[in-house]
């Protein structure tokens, strides 16, 4: 039987001070591994200047829950097309920083090297792509990684429009009105609802419209006096009533108006809304 001053000594030589400092250092180089990831993926992420040398005026507010995040936005140019999106990446942090890079990787090469123009042709393609990814090698199942995605496309010498809502909305602006356009009812990657459908819907566009492409973050943030989601009606109605500031304004209102409705609450997901004006 072991005595208690045995027990004392055993247990500091289970919990010595330097296994204390070699987590404390594991934990640093992980912490610094993580934030340099999150140095990466920002990287890989358009300047937000871009979209202002395309469009008249342009914001980008994007606010990861953590280091490194699942929401992205997107800019590419073809020819006379601009191609652009927001995707919001099952999970946030590192899982859904790998979707979220594995996804942004995916978007170059299909209008690049396949030719693909239409949303609905290209959203299609991801979806399948991002599929074989994340499935092609596994033995114990599907995995139900994937991404809820607007994406449009944007010819501003002609002034047509069209998008596909994979799971997202587009909202619009235009003369104080605001139009929805729906998010669509398939998501890309995971699926677990049968057969897809992704469809592109085609509009005209007109000086001074404001487009808006946004996560689900801002719109699930818990806060206010009665601790409830901000919600998609109280996000549409402050759309509305910023419209008339130019975008450095509107991205500080946006960005002011949320962190007053957390409060003290934390943030819950990642924040991503891009604006556009054309």
């Known amino acids: 039987m072991k005595t208690l001053a045995a027990e004392k ?3 500091k030589k289970e919990f010595p001070e330097s296994r204390i400092e070699k987590l404390e250092t594991k934990a640093n180089e992980l912490e610094q591994s993580i934030r340099y990831a999150g140095s990466l993926q920002k990287s890989i992420l358009p300047p937000p200047s871009l979209f202002n040398d395309i469009f008249d005026d342009a914001f980008v507010l994007y606010q990861p829950k953590d280091i490194v995040g699942g929401d992205f936005y997107w800019l590419s140019q073809f020819e006379n097309e601009v191609y652009f999106a927001v995707g919001d990446c099952t999970g946030h942090g590192v899982p859904g920083a ?3 890079i594995a996804g942004n990787t995916i978007l170059r090469q299909l ?4 030719g693909l123009s239409e949303p609905s042709d290209i959203i299609e393609e991801l979806d399948k792509e991002l599929i074989g990814l994340f499935n092609e090698n ?3 199942g599907q995995t139900y990684d994937g991404m809820d995605v607007v ?9 047509k429009g069209s998008y596909c809502g994979a799971g997202r909305p587009l909202i619009l602006v235009r003369d104080g009105e605001i139009i929805e356009y729906k998010k669509g009812l398939s998501s890309v990657g995971y699926n677990i609802f049968g057969e897809k459908r992704f469809e592109t819907v085609e509009f005209d566009l007109e000086v001074g419209d404001l487009f808006y492409l946004f996560s689900d973050g801002y719109t699930d943030q818990f806060g206010g006096d009665n601790i409830k989601k901000f919600n998609r009606k109280r996000f549409r109605n402050l759309l509305t009533s910023i419209a008339d500031m130019n975008l450095t ?6 960005d002011l108006t949320l962190q007053n409705w957390m409060g003290n609450h934390e943030q819950i997901d990642d924040v991503c809304v891009l604006g556009i004006k054309i």
């Open 9 to 11: 000594n055993s247990e």
């Open 98 to 100: 790998m979707v979220n």
């Open 111 to 114: 209008i690049r090297k396949k």
């Open 138 to 140: 596994k033995s114990d």
């Open 151 to 159: 994406f449009c496309k944007f010819n501003l010498d002609e002034m």
């Open 249 to 254: 304004k509107q991205k500080k209102e946006l």
